[in-house]
C-alpha cells in the first residue's frame, strides 16, 4: 500500500507518534462562533425554563386562558431579560479571566481529532515549542517536557470521524464543526491550512452529512 505524503506546513506538524498537531488562538472579545455558541446555550436554557412555566401556569386552575398567557408573557420577559444580563456578564467575565483568548492545542490521526483547551497562562509560543520538541525537530528525539506540556490541558474533546453525523465547514470563520448526536467538536485552522484540514476530516467523516458554508 502507497504510504500518503506527509503535509508540510509552519503550523500543522506531523509528531513521532504519527498525529498532526497545531495550535490555534482566538480573540473571544471578536470571534463570532464562540459569541454563538454561548448565545445558542442560552436560547435552549431559555426555552426549557419557559416550558417549565407554561406547564405550571396552564396546570394551575386560577384565572382565565387570556390571563395565564399574558401572565406567561410577563414572565418570559422577565427571564429573557435575566438571562441575557448573566450571559453577557458571564462571557465578558470569562474571557477577561482568559485575558481575552482561547488557545487549542489540536492532535488529529486517520481515526479522529482531539481539541485541547488550555490554561490561560500556556501561550501559544510555549505550545509550538513543545510539538517542535515532541515531533523530534529540535533534537532527534520526543521530549519528556514538551510531552508533559501537550497532555496537560485544562479541558479536552475527542471526536471519532466515524461517529460524526454532520459536519460544517465554514472557511471564513476558520471553523470546521464536527457534530455527533450529542456533542458538537469545533476545530480551527489558519488560512493557508483550512483546505488541508478540511479536506482530511472530510475524507473520513464517511457517515456524515456535508454543510459547506
Not at 41 to 54: D, E, N, R, T
Request: proline share 2%; aromatic share 8%.
Amino acid at each position: 500500500m502507497k504510504e500518503r505524503p506527509v503535509y508540510e506546513s509552519e503550523n500543522i506538524t506531523m509528531c513521532t507518534d504519527g498525529k498532526y498537531r497545531w495550535v490555534y488562538e482566538l480573540n473571544l472579545y471578536k470571534n463570532p462562533a464562540i459569541i454563538k455558541e454561548v448565545g445558542r446555550v442560552m436560547v435552549i436554557s431559555f426555552v426549557i425554563v419557559l416550558a417549565l412555566i407554561v406547564g405550571f401556569v396552564m396546570i394551575d386552575g386560577i384565572g382565565t386562558f387570556a390571563e395565564k398567557i399574558q401572565y406567561v408573557a410577563e414572565l418570559a420577559g422577565i427571564l429573557l431579560a435575566i438571562l441575557l444580563v448573566i450571559t453577557v456578564l458571564g462571557y465578558l467575565l470569562y474571557s477577561c479571566m482568559m485575558g481575552g483568548t482561547y488557545c487549542a492545542l489540536f492532535e488529529m490521526d486517520e481515526n479522529g481529532i482531539c481539541n485541547k483547551a488550555q490554561e490561560k497562562h500556556i501561550k501559544k509560543a510555549e505550545l509550538i515549542s513543545a510539538i517542535t520538541v515532541i515531533a523530534g525537530l529540535a533534537g532527534g528525539r520526543p521530549g519528556v517536557a514538551g510531552t508533559g506540556m501537550l497532555a496537560a490541558a485544562r479541558t479536552s474533546m475527542y471526536t471519532r470521524f466515524d461517529s460524526v453525523k454532520e459536519l460544517e465547514i465554514l472557511p471564513k470563520q476558520h471553523l470546521i464543526r464536527l457534530n455527533e448526536k450529542l456533542s458538537r467538536n469545533q476545530v480551527y485552522a489558519e488560512d493557508e491550512d483550512f483546505a488541508f484540514v478540511a479536506d482530511f476530516i472530510r475524507a473520513r467523516c464517511r457517515n456524515a452529512k456535508i454543510i459547506e458554508v
